[in-house]
């Protein structure tokens, strides 16, 4: 059983979900506390996420994709740029997602929720394919 529990943990997809919550748990807090005080939902839809992305690109590069982080110098910018390109894709996902929820009467959290599972598997693909081929 702990070898199959091993080999469980290595796989990138389950390494990539895990990181996915943890960086999901630092978009939906801060929507949803941004959402307490006021702000529009798309808009803090899009401030949670970009928090988020930053969160996913630490746990990213250190913990999924770790055999395939480009070493310094322009092969790292060009990784790195093509991971914000992959989070904008993202962001941009989820913040139409959210208002086109908020905007039809669907209440933005339930918006959010469809808006996370388009965004993962959007950002999954790119992600495993071209940012860490």
Same mark, same amino acid.
Do not use: E
């Given at each position: 059983?702990?070898?199959?529990?091993? =080999?469980?943990?290595?796989?990138?997809?389950? =390494? @990539?979900?895990? $990181?996915?919550?943890?960086?999901? $748990?630092?978009?939906?807090?801060?929507?949803? $506390?941004?959402?307490?005080?006021?702000?529009?939902?798309?808009?803090?839809?899009? &401030?949670? @996420?970009?928090?988020?992305?930053? $969160?996913?690109?630490?746990?990213?590069?250190?913990?999924?994709?770790?055999?395939? &982080?480009?070493? =310094?110098?322009?092969?790292?910018?060009?990784?790195?740029?093509?991971? *914000?390109?992959?989070?904008?894709?993202?962001?941009?996902?989820?913040?139409?997602? &959210?208002?086109?929820?908020?905007?039809?009467?669907?209440?933005?959290?339930?918006?959010?929720?469809?808006?996370?599972? *388009?965004?993962?598997?959007?950002?999954?693909?790119?992600?495993?394919? &071209?940012?860490?081929?």
């Amino acid at each position: 059983m702990p070898a199959m529990i091993a =080999r469980f943990a290595d796989l990138r997809l389950v =390494r @990539y979900l895990l $990181a996915s919550i943890g960086a999901l $748990a630092v978009d939906v807090g801060a929507f949803l $506390a941004l959402l307490s005080l006021g702000m529009w939902a798309a808009g803090a839809s899009a &401030v949670g @996420y970009c928090l988020g992305i930053a $969160a996913h690109w630490l746990m990213s590069s250190r913990a999924v994709f770790i055999g395939n &982080v480009a070493q =310094r110098g322009a092969a790292r910018t060009r990784q790195k740029a093509l991971f *914000v390109v992959s989070a904008l894709v993202g962001l941009a996902l989820t913040t139409a997602i &959210v208002w086109a929820g908020d905007a039809s009467g669907f209440d933005p959290r339930l918006a959010k929720v469809l808006a996370i599972a *388009v965004s993962f598997t959007a950002t999954w693909l790119l992600r495993s394919r &071209v940012v860490f081929r």
